[in-house]
Nanobody
Framework: VQLQASGGGLVQPGESLRLACAASGSIFSIEFVGWYRRAPGKQRELVADMQNGGNTNYADSVKGRFTISRDNAKNTVYLQMNSLKPEDTAVYYC??????????????WGRGTLVTVSS
């Protein structure tokens, strides 16, 4: 199973970006998806996650600005980021807990995608 993250870039404060994370491989089901970020000089933190049933969870710092969603048919999870702030600058990583075709369950990480918010 591989996760491919995309959508990062350089934007100005107040602008929007949408990150995508596409999962591929021997996937039976995706049980959990999450977006994390690591800002310069800081530890990795959870940004948003979504359980298989659709329940979502957001970091306080992004509530009301970021939205996590998924397209099950495409095995893709998105992070819509609006009203971006300089403090959102970080490398963003996607994570998924995947049940494979062999019925094993494992956690997978995508390579990070850099989001830079600067005027």
């Amino acid at each position: 199973v591989q996760l491919q993250a995309s959508g990062g870039g350089l934007v100005q404060p107040g602008e929007s970006l949408r990150l995508a994370c596409a999962a591929s491989g021997s996937i039976f089901s995706i049980e959990f998806v999450g977006w994390y970020r690591r800002a310069p000089g800081k530890q990795r933190e959870l940004v948003a996650d979504m359980q298989n049933g659709g329940n979502t969870n957001y970091a306080d710092s992004v509530k009301g600005r970021f939205t996590i969603s998924r397209d099950n048919a495409k095995n893709t999870v998105y992070l819509q980021m609006n009203s971006l702030k300089p403090e959102d600058t970080a490398v963003y990583y996607c994570n998924a807990i995947v049940r494979t075709i062999s019925r094993s369950t494992n956690s997978f990480w995508g390579r990070g995608t850099l989001v830079t918010v600067s005027s």
